[in-house]
């Protein structure tokens, strides 16, 4: 965590240096649309809880210790199991479920790092020069959500993923370098957004299941 501010501005310094300044304007660019696509994807989310019978306030303010460990320690998942699973318990989600469907989301409900693949890949084609048709791009997009699925929870994973989708794509290895700078502001983001999720997915279960102990003060 020491290390983490210094190595965030290394790989800027390094985008900056080999490719220009001139590459800051579009990465803010990417960075200001990923953060809203992932609001209006918060937005589903709270569809989904309303549907359940949920109250926002009350599940929010029971995540707040995870979110902010997901903002912190980006894909690292060793901090985030632990405290979501024992946050989900103390939510009135009974163990079995949480211990069945949180590491589970893990590794096949990573919403938010779809969504980042999905707006980088994109980014890194219009980057190289290349001008996908729609059918390309369905193709593209749907070829990451499946590479995604039991991705590494290790900080830069999905870079890996996104290099190895785009070489087969003619997207220049170049293009995806250059998201490097700015990986670890977006990394914190859709690290949260994936914490939400199985969350999410762990209460919405419970309640299918009619586990949930939840008492109607905090409904």
Same mark, same amino acid.
């Given at each position: ?15 900056v240096?080999s490719m ?5 304007l579009p990465l803010a ?5 990923c ?6 994807f +918060?937005?589903v989310?709270?569809?989904? +809880? +309303?549907?359940?019978?949920?109250s926002?306030r ?6 707040c210790?995870a ?6 320690h ?7 199991w632990?405290?979501a699973m ?7 989600v009974p163990?079995?479920i949480?211990s ?10 990573m ?13 890194a ?14 193709v593209?997009?749907?070829?990451l959500v499946?590479t ?8 830069r994973?999905t870079l ?5 989708v785009?070489s087969s ?5 170049a293009a995806?370098?250059m ?10 983001g859709?690290?949260?957004m994936?914490?939400?999720?199985n969350?999410l ?7 299918w299941?009619?586990e949930?102990k ?6």
């Amino acid at each position: 965590m020491v290390a983490a501010p210094i190595a965030a501005g290394a790989a800027l310094a390094y985008t900056v240096g080999s490719m220009g300044l001139a590459t800051l304007l579009p990465l803010a660019k990417l960075l200001v649309t990923c953060y809203a696509a992932l609001a209006v994807f +918060l937005l589903v989310l709270a569809l989904i +809880l +309303l549907f359940a019978g949920y109250s926002h306030r009350a599940f929010c303010r029971g995540r707040c210790g995870a979110r902010r460990t997901g903002l912190c320690h980006q894909r690292r998942l060793k901090p985030l199991w632990p405290l979501a699973m024992e946050q989900m318990e103390e939510f009135g989600v009974p163990r079995w479920i949480v211990s069945f469907v949180i590491p589970t989301g893990y590794s096949f409900n990573m919403t938010g790092s779809s969504i980042y693949l999905s707006m980088a890949a994109l980014f890194a084609s219009q980057a190289g020069g290349l001008h996908l048709s729609v059918t390309q791009q369905i193709v593209l997009l749907a070829t990451l959500v499946l590479t995604s699925k039991g991705i590494a929870g290790v900080p830069r994973a999905t870079l890996v993923i996104l290099m190895a989708v785009a070489s087969s794509f003619q997207i220049p290895a170049a293009a995806v370098l250059m998201l490097l700078g700015i990986d670890t502001l977006m990394d914190m983001g859709r690290t949260a957004m994936n914490v939400i999720g199985n969350c999410l997915a762990a209460a919405v279960v419970a309640r299918w299941e009619g586990e949930l102990k939840v008492t109607v003060s905090r409904l």
